[in-house]
């Protein structure tokens, strides 16, 4: 009877030491504490806000990747981006909103958003994502009820339908819809930085995996 106890004792103690995964997933900042980054990431949020296409070109890397088809290059970017009329270009809200949600570091490098590179590893990031900050759930496709919030809540599995509805199970067990504007996909455009020639630069901007 005494093995039996001992054993349950160390069952329990391995059950409480196993790692359990996140259920949710607020962005950070690893990045905060490098001046020199951080003064690199306010100006390019004001490059951002101002549609500045000429001073962003000359931030980024010459051979900055945005394309899993082996596009590469700072002229195919602002062809692909349409920086020749910088005003009109898509770009700046996707790219702000990359830059506004939480930093990385892994070894010289940085990357934003957080989720980009912080997603647990069981997870797939093709069919999983994070909920936006007051994302809400509820029961049926509708937010006419009152909804349960569930800001950054880790989404171990998200299925987009045609109806803008997104159908979530939460990495805590619960069910239901969610508006697929609050889902933020692990592969949604991230932005990776390293240091070229002793000055940060853009290294690649791209979605997908």
């Known amino acids: 009877m005494r093995r039996i106890k001992t054993l349950a004792a160390l069952l329990a103690l391995a059950l409480a030491a196993a790692p359990v995964a996140a259920q949710t997933l607020p962005p950070r900042d690893e990045c905060a504490a490098d001046a020199d980054f951080a003064r690199f990431r306010a100006e390019l949020l004001d490059i951002a806000a101002r549609h500045d296409g000429r001073r962003l070109l000359a931030i980024v890397a010459e051979d900055i990747s945005f394309s899993f088809g082996g596009e590469a290059g700072r ?4 062809r692909e981006w349409g920086l020749a009329t910088p005003e009109t270009s ?22 934003a958003p957080y989720f980009s590179q912080r997603m647990p590893e069981s997870l797939d990031p093709f069919t999983s994502g994070v909920a936006r900050a007051g994302a809400r759930l509820y029961r049926e496709r509708s937010n006419e009820g009152e909804g349960s919030v569930i800001s950054w809540a880790v989404l171990a599995e998200v299925t987009i339908e045609s109806d803008g509805w997104g159908r979530v199970r939460l990495a805590d067990g ?15 455009y991230r932005a990776i930085f390293g240091r070229r020639g002793g000055q940060w630069r853009m290294v690649a901007f791209i979605a997908g995996d």
Do not use: M, Q
């Open 90 to 111: 898509g770009l700046w809200p996707v790219l702000a909103n990359a830059l506004v949600l939480g930093c990385t570091r892994d070894g010289e490098e940085r990357a």
């Open 75 to 78: 002229a195919d970017f602002a």
């Open 174 to 188: 619960r069910t239901g819809y969610i508006e697929a504007g609050s889902v933020i996909s692990p592969i949604d």
